[in-house]
């Protein structure tokens, strides 16, 4: 609020001394910003500003005797709404007063009984703030910007040139949010060759998404000319909305709730985001670290060596979609083969395909997912080790028989659980296995099942059903393998005991 009167006071004097044609354009450019109706902003504009007159007191009918005594009420009530507690307020008031828990002035009392439900509401809001810390969420200068922003469909992009970008955003928060901060992916997705930059956020800020922008802007072998979002307040503000008309970026919107408007950036969140990173839980310098190092190799390796399609065309007939698409290519393909980029950036490609290993850029990306698995998994960076030569040469050597050890990526590797070792159940024959072992040491070949008949003769209320047979044979049979064994270990032990003789 205190932003929007510096505004009108501001734009004031420009619009009293401005022409006609002029005032027009100050008047568009201040409503487009503010939100306000037009009229109410000619109205703002006209108003004389005058600095040494102060704000006129406003004649309160209720005063803070009146709100004291209608929070007094309203707690009695048990914190009801204004309507609620506008029918209650005369009952209240009289029951209260009847049992000598309140004492009012007439002249209060008058006033509580004319008081409207609005003004109620209005006269509690301070209370109800402070209990939850919550408010409503006011249309402010957000809801300005977001409708200053013009929303693009995916069937509006056409055919675009290289450089326009959908955005968004991965929270990595392993499933359940719980407290504390995730770091996040900023994903950026080109409409024209499918480039893909990723960047790696400690928080979800505004301020880090513009430092996302101006990181993936310079790794980028082109121009970025415009970006699409979808409606999150992390890139429907005044700073990002400032920085992409500082840079002479295209800005667009997505319709809200519509994913289907942002479906190239979505698409890539799955293939690249969750399948190098997984669903773990990330949080921490040290996590975001790591998850930028991934990105340093993996915007090489997809970018250059990892094909994708594209779609061509989609036609319906009836409930039947049929899509057709084009060629699998990677992007640094289709930017090559694309009219719109200079021959200049095409030579760079070129090189700089020539220098690039996809297997030590391979193994560079297993080694960032194993620090982030073990992040994922115990919130501590493993050791890392150097990766020379030598250590590429057994990395391919294993890639033939990589697959027979399951899922490579250790992002995806399901952590190992712990043993069960413990009881669920209550052991049915503890207080009867000395008599049980006793009856084995004297009749070793005896079965389980004439077992649990002397049992049931013997304890009648207990094993007369004999339902516990099954858990006896069970621990019978571990009974006796382990007089195996002793009697096995016992005997290489008095062998390794006694002397050899000379």
């Avoid at 970008?165 to 992916?185: A, L, N, Q, R, Y």
């Avoid at 790794?219 to 979002?229: N, R, T, Y």
């Avoid at 992390?234 to 500082?246: E, H, L, T």
């Avoid at 990526?409 to 296995?433: C, E, G, I, L, N």
């Amino acid at each position: 609020m205190t932003t929007r009167k510096e505004l009108v006071a501001a734009l004031q004097l420009r619009y009293s001394s401005a022409a006609f044609g002029d005032r027009i354009k100050i008047l568009d450019e201040f409503v487009a910003l503010t939100g306000y109706h037009r009229k109410h902003a000619i109205r703002l504009l006209r108003e004389k500003a005058s600095p040494t007159q102060g704000t006129p007191a406003r004649n309160r009918l209720y005063d803070e005797a009146v709100r004291q005594a209608l929070i007094v009420l309203w707690e009695a009530a048990d914190r009801i709404c204004g309507k609620r507690l506008k029918a209650l307020i005369p009952m209240l008031v009289d029951a209260m007063e009847r049992h000598g828990h309140l004492d009012l002035d007439p002249v209060i009392k008058s006033k509580l009984a004319h008081i409207s439900a609005a003004t109620i509401d209005r006269m509690l809001a301070n209370a109800r703030l402070h209990i939850d810390g919550q408010r409503k969420r006011r249309k402010g200068v957000g809801a300005a910007i977001r409708r200053s922003i013009p929303v693009r469909t995916f069937a509006d992009w056409r055919d675009p040139p290289p450089g326009f970008f959908e955005i968004d955003m991965v929270e990595h928060c392993g499933g359940p949010k719980t407290d504390g901060d995730f770091v996040h992916t900023l994903t950026l997705t080109d409409i024209a060759t499918g480039w893909t930059e990723c960047v790696a956020m400690r928080v979800r800020n505004q301020m880090l998404v513009i430092e996302g922008l101006d990181k993936a802007a310079a790794d980028l072998p082109f121009a970025m000319l415009g970006v699409d979002s979808d409606n999150d307040s992390a890139f429907m503000n005044q700073s990002v909305f400032d920085y992409c008309k500082g840079r002479g970026l295209v800005q667009t919107r997505s319709r809200a709730y519509k994913k289907n408007d942002q479906a190239w950036v979505e698409q890539k969140n799955g293939s690249i985001v969750r399948r190098l990173v997984g669903y773990g839980r990330l949080s921490g310098i040290d996590a975001r670290n790591a998850l930028a190092q991934l990105y340093a190799s993996s915007r090489l390796y997809i970018n250059f060596f990892q094909p994708s399609f594209k779609l061509k065309s989609k036609t319906r007939d009836g409930a039947r979609v049929y899509k057709v698409y084009f060629a699998p290519a990677t992007p640094c393909d289709r930017l090559l083969a694309h009219d719109s980029i200079e021959p200049a950036i095409k030579e760079k490609l070129k090189a700089q395909f020539k220098e690039l290993d996809p297997v030590r850029l391979l193994q560079e990306m297993r080694t960032a997912q194993q620090i982030l698995s073990d992040l994922a998994a115990h919130g501590v960076r493993a050791e890392t080790v150097s990766a020379d030569a030598s250590d590429v040469a057994v990395f391919l050597a294993n890639l033939s028989v990589a697959w027979k050890d399951g899922e490579a990526r250790p992002t995806h590797r399901k952590q190992p659980t712990a043993k069960h070792w413990w009881r669920t159940r209550v052991d049915p024959f503890a207080d009867v296995w000395p008599v049980i072992e006793g009856w084995l040491i004297a009749e070793p070949s005896a079965s389980a099942g004439a077992v649990m008949s002397r049992l049931a003769a013997m304890v009648p209320d207990v094993y007369a059903s004999e339902a516990q047979l099954r858990t006896l044979q069970r621990r019978i049979k571990v009974w006796r393998a382990e007089r195996v064994r002793e009697l096995i270990l016992g005997g290489l032990r008095k062998s390794a005991e006694t002397p050899v003789e000379a």
